[in-house]
């Protein structure tokens, strides 16, 4: 019976789990997607709209390959929820940290 009421409980928590980090992939892939297509935006002003139109795909797709190469650098290194984490950290309140996450002491003079 306690099998009945736990495992579908445990089946949402592991969906959760990984729709939250699915998600935070997806915006580190986003990021330079998104600006390699301004960039690609920027042809409209020099080139027809044909022309630009395929440079707007070129680099929106150069961005997509920088973005997925960049997230699994990040995966195998520091963990996706790690990163994020990070970014998302305030530093005057949780503390300075280095690159490998150790908390950095104040040097008493």
Not at 3 to 15: D, Y
Not at 32 to 38: E, H, Q, R, S
Not at 63 to 85: D, H, M, P, S, Y
Request: proline share 3%.
């Amino acid at each position: 019976m306690k099998n009945i009421i736990v495992r579908p409980l445990e089946w949402h928590l592991a969906f959760l789990g990984v729709f939250v980090i699915s998600l935070f992939y997806l915006q580190i892939v986003s990021t330079p997607t998104f600006l390699m297509t301004l960039v690609g935006i920027s042809a409209f002003n020099y080139l027809e709209y044909d022309t630009a139109l395929t440079v707007v795909y070129g680099c929106s797709f150069i961005g997509l390959i920088l973005g997925v190469l960049w997230a699994e650098r990040v995966r195998r290194t520091l963990g996706i929820v790690t990163f994020t984490a990070y970014l998302l950290s305030t530093p005057e309140i949780d503390g300075w940290r280095d690159s490998a996450g150790n908390k950095i002491q104040r040097k008493v003079t």
